[in-house]
């Protein structure tokens, strides 16, 4: 009420102003027109003498001296000596071009003393006018075509507010329709993802088996939050969405909220990640996540910080066949102490220190295939030199470059 109250109160104001410009109905630039013209007609007696006067001074009808007379006399000079010296020849038809042009004006300053009359009703008029668009000028604008302005935006103004109840039904027709477009999009969206969600967590859980985690389960929740039904449902809140019988928070990406669960070992209860996984249990189901959807994931590079804490043998080499396996679809950077999974690296990067005795500084060294060989049997044996690491570690390399990393799998397909 208080909206249409005001938009009423405005339509009146903009209706009054309209009105009253188009009653005195002003013409772009007449307000400077017409204050010329006042100007000269209150002053035209002066204007006439000073006119009639100045042609006097410029040709005299009454025999008195004048400047047309003077020029002649100083023509007539310069031409009687003009077969002696040229220049007083050029003089005197410089003097004659001027004769020329005080002639012409004089003529031109007679017909303007001419043209001036004394025009009383006229002159009223005028002010007249000129009040009316006083008027106008006060309340709209500082000239005429700024008052014209204000009436063409008030005009375009009233006739929003005069369609304004019209726009509304329309607009609130046009988002209900929107609004239940905008449920049916939610809710088979929530459809898909529920289904994508027991499929990846399915293949999450078979590659977490794989990752020295056999008895882990994840789980891929789906859940909306409801919120209270509005007072008025012909107006909901611009935050909730009629979703079959259920109101629901929804935002540009729908109505959903998705909770990755994880339960570490056989008869524990789901819990989210960040409450119930240990830090290498964090970074192996992350590997077991983005090697499911590699591919289908447009993160460029990842990053996977001692990923093998806490396993060893067999499931550490398959560490490494996963990350070599993520590789392929993405720069994939890995920091490991474990041989079985450095054996699974395009390029090995070791960290060294130096010490010069008062400064320690740490760079970064890429190894050749000899340099390879050594670090992992370091690694191995923790101590270089050793003749059996080495074979062993040129055992894995060369394991390493043999096996074919496997084929992720995909969740959009049917398991």
């Known amino acids: 009420m208080a909206t249409a109250r005001e938009r009423a109160r405005e339509a009146d104001l ?21 204050a010329a013209e006042e100007a000269r007609l209150g002053h035209s007696d002066t204007l006439r003498t000073a006119a009639e006067q100045a042609r006097e001074a410029l040709s005299s009808e009454q025999g008195s001296p004048d400047a047309l007379a003077a020029v002649a006399a100083a023509r007539g000079l310069l031409d009687g000596v003009r077969d002696h010296d040229p220049e007083a020849g050029e003089l005197a038809d410089r003097v004659a071009e001027v004769t020329y042009l005080l002639s012409d004006l004089a003529a031109d300053v007679a017909s303007y003393a001419s043209r001036i009359e004394t025009d009383p009703q006229r002159l009223a ?3 007249e006018r000129r009040a009316a668009l006083t008027a106008l000028t006060r309340k709209y604008g500082d000239t005429v075509d700024e008052v014209l302005g204000w009436g063409a935006q008030a005009a375009t103004r009233l006739v929003e507010l005069d369609s304004t109840d019209e726009t509304i039904e329309r607009l609130t027709a046009a988002r209900t329709v929107l609004r239940s477009r905008l449920a049916d999009l939610a809710s088979a969206l929530t459809d898909a993802r529920s289904e994508a969600a027991g499929r990846l967590a399915a293949a999450v859980t078979d590659e977490l088996g794989l990752l020295a985690m056999p ?4 789980e891929v929740r789906v859940a909306q939050r409801a919120t209270a039904a509005p007072g008025d449902p012909a107006h909901p809140p611009p ?5 079959g019988d259920r109101w629901l928070r929804f935002t540009r990406h729908g109505v959903d909220e998705v909770e990755l669960l994880l339960a570490a070992n056989t008869g524990s209860e789901p819990r989210p990640l960040h409450k119930g996984a240990s830090g290498g249990e964090l970074s192996r189901v992350m590997l077991a996540v983005e090697v499911c959807l590699a591919g289908t994931n447009p993160v460029p590079t990842f990053v996977f910080d001692e990923v093998d804490a806490g396993v060893g043998g067999a499931a550490a080499v398959e560490i490494g066949r996963r990350l070599a396996a993520l590789a392929r679809h993405a720069q994939v ?40 060989e050594q670090e992992l049997s370091r690694m191995l044996a923790g101590l270089a030199g050793s003749d059996s690491a080495l074979a062993h570690a040129r055992e894995l390399l060369e394991m390493a470059q043999n096996t074919q990393p496997p084929m992720v799998p995909d969740p959009s397909t049917d398991r």
Request: hydrophobic share 45%; aromatic share 2%; proline share 4%.
């Open 14 to 34: 903009l209706r009054f102003g309209v009105e009253e410009i188009s009653a005195v109905s002003p013409q772009p630039g007449e307000d400077a027109d017409l």
């Open 125 to 127: 008029a005028v002010s």
């Open 215 to 218: 008895d882990a389960r994840l």
């Open 239 to 243: 935050d909730a969405l009629l979703v």
């Open 333 to 372: 950077l890995v920091v490991t102490h474990l041989p079985q999974v450095a054996a699974f690296a395009d390029r090995h990067v070791v960290v060294r220190k130096a010490s010069d005795g008062s400064v320690t500084s740490s760079g970064l060294a890429t190894l050749d295939d000899a340099g390879r």
